[in-house]
């Protein structure tokens, strides 16, 4: 089981002219979301609009036709209907004028059979159709408006879709329904005025505030991008003084107890020859024990403060490190070959890595043999050193999280090896046991 670690440079790392590109990025970024933001308002605008003007002119067709029936149409064809002379003649001419000035274009009254009682068309008249869903409502009592989408031609040749409205009509004993067309051209108009009173405001209002955030957001992105350049000053300064105490307390373990301790180690060597034989193996003992504590002090000065480990000293160093795994038993196969000039960080890191992974093989794998692998690489396209740490033993464990494993410091030395633009792979070694895999570009930042 594999799990890879990759990701961006941290912000510290980054020059000054590379975060000045990014957040000039984020801020078109915002620019052209706001842009993509007034445009769909307005296409929303705009078909809202038009759904306004439908629904209105739908009510308001409904309301005319419902008031033509009741107050124009009704007393006149209930008269015509009772046998009044003249009654259809008078109906007739009503009807004309009102599909003369053009506020309806067809008018028809029908019974709940389907049978047209009168009609603006007198061939129309006396004959029986299915009757209509909008029919059978109307003659239920309530209004109904549709919208036609069959066009009509009219008198000078032009087609136009029509407002279709079903009205209740009631007469002296019978229920009629009320069937008027309106010209369509209303909705149009309505569309046509609402929009020009919604997208001034709508949009009006969006042009306004995106006038007053963009200046906030350049001040915000320049705020910010002054604090990132003072965290990063900052990390460097933490840094370097990290580095200078480490160096000095390097140099204190180097000048007292190393020093101390291998004067008593030739003291004791000399006084070796001085003492009975049977003395001599304890004298010897105590020479190994006080070297073995002089090379463990050494490698202690090497991890809290790393030489210039760039060119063949890393491997060197690496090897140094591997000798906790000699010392258990384990046989460590070293294969590194000559590497290019490297940034001190990037030497430090894989030294660190390396030494990380060899300390997990000691505490957890249970391994047999170990295998250390440096060469030169590529990572995309530029220069880099490829680590490669494998044992034989018993793997990585199911579990992909470190730190709830307890390998917080493999887990922080990922994440070093990715802030240097490197990557780092956790995987089995074929054939068993764990393989590590960490690439290190030679120059982060170029």
Same mark, same amino acid.
């Given at each position: 089981m594999s799990a890879d670690a990759t990701g961006p440079s941290s912000p510290g790392s980054l020059p000054s002219a590379r975060r000045r590109t990014a957040w000039g990025r984020e801020l078109a970024a915002f620019c052209a979301v706001a842009l993509l933001v007034l445009l769909a308002v307005s296409a929303g605008t705009v078909w809202l609009s038009e759904r306004i003007a439908r629904d209105n002119a739908l009510a308001e067709a409904e309301r005319a036709a419902t008031r033509l029936a009741q107050l124009?149409?009704?007393?006149v064809l209930a008269d015509a209907l009772a046998g009044r002379p003249g009654g259809f003649d008078e109906l007739d001419r009503i009807v004309r004028d009102r599909l003369t000035d053009g506020s309806v274009s067809r008018i028809v009254v029908w019974r709940a059979t389907g049978e047209v009682v009168y009609a603006s068309e007198p061939e129309l008249r006396g004959r029986v159709f299915p009757p209509s869903e909008g029919l059978l409502t109307a003659i239920g009592g309530t209004a109904v408006a549709d919208v036609d989408e069959a066009p009509e031609t009219d008198a000078d040749g032009q087609q136009s879709a029509l407002l279709e409205v079903y009205a209740p009509l009631d007469l002296p004993g019978q229920q009629l329904a009320f069937e008027a067309y309106f010209s369509y051209d209303s909705i149009e108009r309505q569309a046509t005025r609402l929009r020009g009173e919604i997208i001034p405001m709508a949009i009006g209002a969006l042009v306004v505030l995106q006038v007053v955030q963009i200046p906030i957001a350049t001040s915000l992105a320049r705020r910010v991008r002054r604090q990132e350049a003072e965290?990063?000053?900052?990390?460097?300064?933490?840094?370097?003084?990290?580095?200078?105490?480490?160096?000095?307390i390097a140099a204190d373990v180097h000048d007292g107890p190393v020093q101390d301790l291998a004067g008593v180690s030739y003291a004791l060597s000399a006084l070796r020859g001085s003492l009975p034989e049977e003395r001599q193996p304890t004298v010897d003992k105590l020479v190994g024990a006080v070297r073995h504590a002089v090379?463990?002090?050494?490698?202690?000065?090497?991890?809290?403060?790393?030489?210039? #480990?760039?060119?063949? =000293?890393?491997? +060197?160093?690496?090897?140094?490190?591997?000798? $906790? #795994?000699?010392?258990? =038993?384990?046989? +460590?196969?070293?294969?590194?070959?000559?590497? $290019?000039?490297?940034?001190?960080d990037a030497a430090a890191v894989l030294y660190r890595t390396a030494k990380e992974a060899l300390a997990n093989v000691v505490h957890h794998a249970k391994a047999e043999r170990a295998w250390?692998?440096?060469?030169?690489?590529?990572?995309?396209?530029?220069?880099?050193?490829r680590l490669e740490v494998a044992d034989d033993g018993i793997g990585f464990p199911v579990s992909t999280d470190k730190r709830a494993e307890g390998h917080l410091g493999l887990s922080l030395l990922c994440d070093r090896v990715v802030d240097l633009g490197g990557t780092v792979t956790l995987g089995e070694r074929p054939g068993g046991g764990a393989l590590l895999t960490a690439v290190v570009p030679l120059r982060h930042g170029q």
């Amino acid at each position: 089981m594999s799990a890879d670690a990759t990701g961006p440079s941290s912000p510290g790392s980054l020059p000054s002219a590379r975060r000045r590109t990014a957040w000039g990025r984020e801020l078109a970024a915002f620019c052209a979301v706001a842009l993509l933001v007034l445009l769909a308002v307005s296409a929303g605008t705009v078909w809202l609009s038009e759904r306004i003007a439908r629904d209105n002119a739908l009510a308001e067709a409904e309301r005319a036709a419902t008031r033509l029936a009741q107050l124009v149409v009704g007393p006149v064809l209930a008269d015509a209907l009772a046998g009044r002379p003249g009654g259809f003649d008078e109906l007739d001419r009503i009807v004309r004028d009102r599909l003369t000035d053009g506020s309806v274009s067809r008018i028809v009254v029908w019974r709940a059979t389907g049978e047209v009682v009168y009609a603006s068309e007198p061939e129309l008249r006396g004959r029986v159709f299915p009757p209509s869903e909008g029919l059978l409502t109307a003659i239920g009592g309530t209004a109904v408006a549709d919208v036609d989408e069959a066009p009509e031609t009219d008198a000078d040749g032009q087609q136009s879709a029509l407002l279709e409205v079903y009205a209740p009509l009631d007469l002296p004993g019978q229920q009629l329904a009320f069937e008027a067309y309106f010209s369509y051209d209303s909705i149009e108009r309505q569309a046509t005025r609402l929009r020009g009173e919604i997208i001034p405001m709508a949009i009006g209002a969006l042009v306004v505030l995106q006038v007053v955030q963009i200046p906030i957001a350049t001040s915000l992105a320049r705020r910010v991008r002054r604090q990132e350049a003072e965290r990063a000053e900052l990390m460097a300064r933490t840094v370097t003084a990290s580095d200078r105490e480490r160096r000095a307390i390097a140099a204190d373990v180097h000048d007292g107890p190393v020093q101390d301790l291998a004067g008593v180690s030739y003291a004791l060597s000399a006084l070796r020859g001085s003492l009975p034989e049977e003395r001599q193996p304890t004298v010897d003992k105590l020479v190994g024990a006080v070297r073995h504590a002089v090379q463990s002090l050494r490698r202690l000065m090497v991890d809290i403060y790393p030489p210039d #480990l760039s060119g063949p =000293g890393l491997g +060197v160093a690496i090897s140094d490190s591997a000798e $906790p #795994l000699r010392a258990a =038993g384990v046989e +460590v196969l070293m294969d590194a070959a000559p590497l $290019p000039e490297m940034t001190p960080d990037a030497a430090a890191v894989l030294y660190r890595t390396a030494k990380e992974a060899l300390a997990n093989v000691v505490h957890h794998a249970k391994a047999e043999r170990a295998w250390i692998t440096l060469e030169e690489t590529e990572l995309k396209g530029a220069r880099a050193v490829r680590l490669e740490v494998a044992d034989d033993g018993i793997g990585f464990p199911v579990s992909t999280d470190k730190r709830a494993e307890g390998h917080l410091g493999l887990s922080l030395l990922c994440d070093r090896v990715v802030d240097l633009g490197g990557t780092v792979t956790l995987g089995e070694r074929p054939g068993g046991g764990a393989l590590l895999t960490a690439v290190v570009p030679l120059r982060h930042g170029q």
